[in-house]
């Protein structure tokens, strides 16, 4: 297994009339190369829980491992952690500051101490992953468009050649466009690289269609856990802690009130087409 968290707590304010549990025992394990998605409602602790898995926050209670080996321990190489799991906040221009693109994306494989043509190599092979043009490398990364600035962040991280990366809403803010093109080129990173894939994400239908397992957060705890098929059949205790299943599945339990022996376990359109045709014997 790649990372394992055993009973993470996190207080704000402990010890002051304003303490609150943002984490509360919170316990898991991410195999290698698994995509997972975290959902949860605005204030459910999810933002927290991703920044302790590279070491950014420690917790009040609990640990986590990487790789076997508890990263709160003495000694331990925080900075290298980083490097093997890497982190997209939700906002790319907090991790943009060079001069241009290009510059941008060589600054965390040059911390790596990696000779200069290595970090240029792996600058060019990461801005080719995620799809931006050689045109716009030796532009300043503020002038870019929202998709593209996401596209060099991730970049940054990938250029690093980590083992899991950390996606905090990576297409909050794009059009339809721009959020399907970022998120088929994580699966195929997820694909190519045989990367674990943590994403962060609202869009219950992105999580259905890309996600192999969900893990919903709610007041700090850990709610729900299992693949989209087991979590979505709970959509009524998702509305409950004020999420939702993909529209599909109201769908589908729509139709099977009307009589049609539809799977109840359809979280995607796609899912939903093929089970409808072969009713049909189409």
């Known amino acids: 297994m790649s990372i394992k968290a055993e009973n993470l707590t996190y207080i ?22 698994q995509f997972v998605g975290l959902i ?3 204030g459910s602790g999810k933002s927290t829980l991703i920044q302790h898995l590279n070491g950014l926050i420690k917790p009040a209670g609990g640990t986590i491992y990487y790789d076997g080996t508890d990263i709160y ?84 991280v990938l250029a690093m050649n980590p083992k899991v990366l950390i996606l905090d809403e990576p297409t909050a803010g794009l059009d339809p466009k721009g959020r399907d093109e970022i998120l088929e080129e994580i699966r195929e990173l997820h694909r190519k ?42 959509y009524r205790e998702l509305e409950s802690i004020g999420l939702a299943a993909p529209q599909v599945t109201y769908i589908v339990h729509e139709l099977r009130e009307q009589g049609v022996l539809l799977d109840d376990g359809i979280t995607t359109v796609e899912e939903a087409r093929e089970a409808i045709l072969k009713l049909l014997g189409l």
Request: proline content about 3%; aromatic content about 10%; glycine content about 10%.
């Open 12 to 33: 704000y304010g402990a010890g002051t009339a304003l303490e609150q549990y943002a984490l509360k025992n919170v316990s898991f394990e991410i195999p290698d190369g």
């Open 40 to 42: 949860g409602h605005t």
């Open 73 to 156: 321990s003495e000694g331990y190489n925080l900075r290298e952690l980083r490097s093997k799991v890497g982190l997209v906040f939700q906002y790319p221009e907090h991790q943009l500051f060079e001069v241009d693109v290009f510059s941008d994306v060589c600054y965390g494989p040059k911390n790596l101490g990696l000779n200069n043509e290595e970090v240029k190599e792996r600058a060019r092979e990461a801005l080719r992953q995620v799809g931006l043009k050689e045109k716009y490398w030796e532009q300043s990364p503020f002038e870019l468009s929202g998709g593209q600035k996401r596209r060099v962040a991730i970049a940054g």
């Open 193 to 234: 690289r045989g990367m674990s894939i943590i994403l962060v994400s609202h869009s219950m239908e992105d999580m259905a269609r890309y996600a192999d397992r969900l893990m919903v957060m709610n007041h700090g705890e850990k709610v729900f856990d299992g693949t989209p098929r087991e979590v979505f059949k709970h």
